[in-house]
């Protein structure tokens, strides 16, 4: 994250003419989007809000709705994503048409249900979804999203899923959907009805599994941990020793959480192996790939996330590596027997009746458990439309060929060490200042080596130059931690990182 300090310090910039450079056919010299024509572009968007999403949403001559089946519905608004991106012109049309087709939440006679909308809150949200009458753009866009990111996994006869509330939420989805699997008289007669129930997870894990293991009931205790190898990755045969020893003791294993991305050190446990043992014990495997699902859009990357399509469910979130607007986040399950509806129904009788008009399973507010949704996948869905997938793997490319210039750089440094070879765009190494070069490895060095990162980040913040996080690891001392996704940074920023990171600490 960089700030408007070009102009203000010694940064070379952009412009400056310097010797290309390239790692796997992907030139790093200079960004890839165009400023000015984006901003251009966020004007006329406005200009469409202003115009469709507001005035014409509160004039009482207005229709509400201009109502079409789901089937008319996809005709107009050509749902399919493709290789291709879309023109300007096409996205801004896609865009009116998402407004023309939607419910005005703003007009007077809208009388449906227990929400209004006043206008000069339109243009912070859209309209939420849990039926299609209410939301009937936003839940073909949803559906459109869902197929294509379950190919893309692999999961050739599709399945089933549902954008929700950041990544901790579809985790959450993935233990609660796993115990109800095994135990499906929970959902009715509470934790009574069931036995000590445990999970496992790698050490290297999100924090959301932990978390949704307390909220659930299932205890924190009972999350076993799992180690990892030096690079971060859940060791498999740990995993089964485990398992027995659960068995061992009486209880009943019922989920695996394999993390694809970690958000350390972005390692990517072993998944095809981890789909062996559960399928022998008849776990529920679910892979958290909020961070490294992106690399599934990548032909020269999709390797990283082998065996994803053994998963029963999986965690994927665009608004990291993808950049869709925060937050845009997926859960997705293999399963197409209704598994997802039938653990999270309520059958809400007001909302969801049988008896409608259309068909009902376009209604997709009882499978979450959630009410009101805001249309996370129409972001998404426009980006894609706009970029088409063959520029996401570009993106994708460039981000990783940009972490590998980068780990060059840091090992031709003086000062500067690498805490492993990245995999991903996670890039984690630490800066030794001049004062401490001549020190051994050994406890004195990483002591004194553990303050300086948290001086360096106070000293950038009040500077403004930069930001870039930092954290120990393990008994590994304080290493900064570069993550590297925005098509903008070009290898110059690199170096500027690296130089700043420099200057910021040489007296230290």
């Known amino acids: 994250k960089m700030g408007n300090w070009k102009k203000k310090m010694n940064y070379p910039g952009h412009p400056v003419k310097c010797s290309p450079v390239i790692i796997d056919n992907i030139p790093l010299n200079g960004p890839t989007v165009n400023v000015l024509a984006s901003e251009n572009f966020i004007h006329q968007s406005m200009s469409i809000i202003v115009e469709n999403a507001i005035k ?4 009482v001559r207005e229709k509400v709705c201009e109502w ?6 996809k005709e107009l608004l050509d749902l399919e994503l493709r290789d291709g991106g879309e023109s300007e012109s096409e996205i801004l049309q896609r865009f009116k048409d998402a407004i023309r087709y939607s419910v005005k939440t703003s007009e007077c006679l809208k009388f449906n249900e227990l929400r209004s909308e006043h206008r000069d809150t339109t243009l912070g949200k859209w309209l939420p979804e849990y039926t299609y009458e209410v939301a009937p753009v936003f839940t073909l866009a949803e559906e459109a999203v869902l197929k ?30 796993a115990r109800y699997r095994c135990c499906p008289d929970i959902k009715e007669n509470g934790l009574s009805a069931a036995p000590r129930l445990v999970m496992f997870t790698s050490q290297e894990c999100h924090y959301s599994i932990s978390k949704a293991a307390a909220l659930l009931g299932i205890g924190t205790k009972n999350v076993y941990a799992i180690p990892s190898d030096e690079r971060g990755k859940m060791i498999p045969s740990a995993l089964e020793e485990q398992i027995l020893s659960a068995k061992s003791e009486g209880a009943v294993p019922f989920m695996v959480n394999a993390t694809a991305g970690t958000t350390v050190l972005g390692a990517f446990d072993p998944i095809d192996v981890i789909a062996d043992i559960c399928e022998k ?18 032909s020269k990357h999709k390797h990283l996330l082998k065996g994803i399509h053994r998963a029963d469910s999986v965690a994927w979130n665009p608004h990291k590596m993808l950049m869709a607007c925060l937050q845009c986040s997926a859960f997705m399950v293999r399963d197409k027997t209704s598994l997802l509806q039938r653990c999270h129904s309520a059958r809400a009788s007001y909302l969801f009746q049988q008896d409608k008009f259309y068909d009902v399973s376009y209604d997709t507010g009882d499978k979450s458990v959630q009410c009101s949704r805001k249309p996370d996948a129409f972001k998404i869905w426009l980006m894609w439309k706009a970029l088409g997938s063959k520029e996401l793997e570009q993106r994708v490319d460039r981000a990783l060929a940009m972490a590998r210039y980068l780990a060059e750089e840091i090992k031709k440094r003086e000062g500067f060490r690498l805490l492993m070879e990245p995999e991903y765009a996670n890039i984690c190494f630490w800066y030794i200042p001049p004062s401490l070069q001549t020190l051994p490895d050994g406890p004195e060095l990483w002591e004194k080596l553990h303050k300086v990162a948290p001086v360096i980040k106070e000293r950038m913040m009040k500077k403004g130059s930069m930001m870039v996080g930092y954290q120990p690891h393990g008994e590994k001392a304080n290493f900064f931690r570069m993550i590297i996704i925005s098509p903008q940074v070009s290898r110059q920023d690199m170096d500027f990182v690296l130089d700043e990171i420099n200057n910021l600490g040489k007296d230290l």
């Not at 014409?56 to 004039?59: L, P, R, V």
């Open 68 to 73: 079409r089946s789901p089937e008319q519905l």
């Open 148 to 177: 294509k990111m379950m190919e893309l996994i692999g999961w050739k006869d599709g399945g089933d899923g549902i954008f929700n509330a950041g990544g901790s939420m579809s985790n959450m989805y993935a233990v609660n959907l």
């Open 56 to 59: 014409k949403a509160t004039d």
């Open 281 to 298: 014990h008849n776990l529920w495997l679910h892979v958290d790939a909020c961070w490294g699902g992106a690399a599934l859009v990548s």
